[in-house]
């Protein structure tokens, strides 16, 4: 399935535009999560249990009671206005299923890369993916409970992230919350493309 950024539909006769939005980031930051959280349908998950086949392949530290990992995407829907729909494609987050990526790419608007301040190195190669295809982003910081509280200029200082890039935090969990991630990688979008059409 390949949407065309923000473009309607050819034909469309009144059908509402389709936009597609990846949410990537490392191992256990949250994405099924985000996913579940702000989709209007149940979600297509591809949750499978973590086994002892994992174990020195998978680093859990800092996510030591996860016991689940998608093993090929997650899939959501939200209805924005009746002129706009956000088609939701969570990455895998392990690097065995990276290979997956650029055909989830495929057509993207925009991706929000999750982080996790436990561990914000995870975030370096959604970061680094997203920088290189030219693909606009947003990093939303998922606050997790008992994990170090950082402000924005730390998270931006330590993903080594352009001024343009938004920093926002975020809880994964709440509905809200991720619908406000989703308007700021909208709009940032937006912005970017009206900037180079100048």
Same mark, same amino acid.
Request: with cysteine.
């Given at each position: !399935?390949?949407?065309?950024?923000?473009?309607?539909?050819?034909?469309?006769?009144?059908?509402?535009? $389709?936009?597609?939005?990846?949410?990537?980031?490392? /191992?256990?930051?949250?994405?099924?999560?985000?996913?579940? $959280? =702000?989709?209007?349908?149940?979600? *297509? #998950?591809?949750? %499978?249990?973590?086994?002892?086949?994992?174990?020195? =392949?998978?680093?859990?530290?800092?996510?030591?009671?996860?016991?689940?990992?998608?093993? $090929? !995407?997650?899939?959501?829907?939200?209805?924005?206005? #009746?002129?706009?729909?956000?088609?939701?494609?969570?990455?895998?987050?392990?690097?065995?299923?990276? /290979?997956?990526?650029? %055909?989830?790419? *495929?057509?993207?608007?925009?991706?929000?890369?999750?982080?996790?301040? +436990?561990?914000? %190195? &995870?975030?370096?190669?959604?970061?680094?993916?997203?920088?290189? +295809?030219?693909?606009?982003?947003?990093?939303?910081?998922?606050?997790?409970?008992? $994990? @170090?509280?950082?402000?924005? %200029?730390?998270?931006?200082?330590? *993903?080594?992230?352009?001024?343009? =890039?938004?920093?926002?935090? @975020? &809880?994964?969990?709440?509905?809200?919350?991720?619908?406000?991630?989703?308007?700021? *990688?909208?709009?940032?979008?937006?912005?970017? +493309?009206?900037?180079? =059409?100048?």
């Amino acid at each position: !399935m390949e949407f065309a950024g923000s473009e309607p539909y050819p034909g469309a006769g009144g059908l509402p535009t $389709a936009v597609k939005i990846l949410i990537a980031g490392g /191992f256990g930051a949250g994405k099924t999560t985000m996913v579940g $959280a =702000v989709s209007e349908i149940s979600p *297509l #998950q591809t949750e %499978e249990v973590i086994t002892q086949t994992s174990e020195g =392949v998978d680093d859990l530290s800092g996510v030591e009671g996860k016991t689940t990992t998608t093993v $090929a !995407m997650d899939f959501g829907r939200i209805t924005i206005s #009746q002129d706009l729909v956000l088609y939701l494609f969570g990455t895998p987050g392990q690097n065995r299923f990276w /290979f997956m990526w650029d %055909e989830l790419a *495929l057509g993207a608007l925009g991706a929000i890369v999750l982080a996790d301040t +436990r561990r914000i %190195e &995870d975030s370096f190669p959604a970061v680094d993916y997203f920088e290189h +295809r030219g693909t606009s982003f947003v990093v939303a910081v998922n606050r997790f409970d008992g $994990a @170090c509280d950082f402000d924005v %200029e730390e998270v931006r200082y330590a *993903l080594d992230l352009d001024p343009h =890039v938004p920093v926002v935090m @975020c &809880d994964a969990r709440s509905r809200e919350s991720s619908k406000l991630v989703l308007v700021t *990688l909208l709009e940032h979008a937006m912005a970017s +493309r009206m900037a180079a =059409v100048r």
